[in-house]
């Protein structure tokens, strides 16, 4: 994967699955730009690569943060190769307990976003010729655990999105959605401290997964960086599965 000099914006890239996108994107030779609001994290991230690396505070649900934001990679970079729209959060209701703004929360920080910056984004790829764009989906764009409708809504409607641009933008633009299993990140922690007992949560979410474990970050980010690659040149508006095999046993099936 040649990603020298490459141009990478990641959104959400302060820490988990962004965050360890971000170090082997920089690990691999590319300029990284970070967009996220944890500053402190994000910085500790970056100290290393302060020559190939950029840091902008964004709220990237909020149109005037993104547009601002890109205005300043274009003033400083002039071009994106590559962006990664990760950003995310998981909230737990169903439609009947879900509040008006608490599915605007989660359809702005998880799509909305991605719209955005896409949008942003697109421009600079096409002033280079070329670029891909990476949304970060889930399991959860097909298969749904129970208590969450905002996020599982969200998550489906990235699969439209990344066909759309797709489609629109082709041949010059590739787009394709990673859709990640359970990942131990600072979000899986949050959602096993929502229960009293967080280590029976990890233990349960390791069983279901066929390879009884969940995924490390860096095994999605690596995921990334191939779909970034000219070596996926060929990959453009699908959706890759990396779920450990998530979802696939039949319910209620007896294990051998
Ligand atoms: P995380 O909470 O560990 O990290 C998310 C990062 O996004 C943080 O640095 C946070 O500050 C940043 N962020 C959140 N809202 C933001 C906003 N409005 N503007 C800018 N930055 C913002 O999450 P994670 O587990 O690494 O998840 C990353 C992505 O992967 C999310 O889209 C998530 O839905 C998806 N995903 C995660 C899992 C999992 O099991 N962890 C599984 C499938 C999909």
Redo the contacts with the bound molecule.
């Keep these: 994967m040649d990603l020298t000099a490459k141009q990478v914006v990641v959104?959400?890239?302060?820490?988990?699955?962004?965050?360890?996108a971000v170090t082997r994107f920089l690990e691999e030779g590319a300029c990284v730009t970070v967009?996220?609001?944890?500053e402190k994290?994000?910085r500790e991230r970056l100290v290393n690569f302060e020559d190939r690396s950029f840091f902008i505070h964004?709220?990237?649900?909020?149109a005037d943060?993104v547009k601002g934001a890109f205005n300043q990679i274009d003033v400083r970079f002039g071009a994106v190769d590559v962006l990664v729209?990760?950003?995310?959060?998981?909230r737990y209701s169903t439609v009947t307990d879900t509040t008006e703004e608490e599915w605007d929360l989660v359809m702005?920080?998880?799509l909305k976003?991605a719209f955005l910056c896409s949008k942003y984004a697109i421009p600079l790829m096409q002033k280079r010729g070329k670029g891909v764009v990476i949304n970060?989906?889930?399991?959860?764009s097909f298969i749904t655990q129970r208590k969450v409708a905002p996020?599982t809504t969200?998550?489906t409607a990235m699969l439209g999105l990344t066909r759309s641009i797709a489609v629109d933008y082709a041949p010059d633009i590739r787009a394709v959605a990673?859709?990640?299993?359970?990942?131990?990140?600072?979000?899986?922690?949050?959602?096993a401290n929502q229960s009293p007992d967080p280590e029976e949560v990890y233990r349960e979410v390791r069983e279901m997964h066929l390879t009884q474990r969940?995924?490390e970050?860096v095994e999605?980010a690596d995921l990334i960086l191939y779909l970034s690659s000219d070596k996926a040149a060929f990959i453009t508006g699908q959706a890759i599965r990396i779920?450990g095999g998530l979802g696939l046993v039949v319910a209620g099936s007896v294990r051998q």
């Design positions: 959104t959400g890239g302060a820490k988990g699955i962004g965050g360890a967009l996220d609001m944890d994290q994000a964004c709220d990237v649900s909020k943060q729209n990760n950003a995310g959060i998981q702005n920080v998880n976003s970060v989906a889930s399991v959860q996020y969200s998550k990673v859709c990640p299993g359970t990942v131990d990140t600072p979000m899986l922690r949050w959602a969940i995924a970050p999605i779920d």
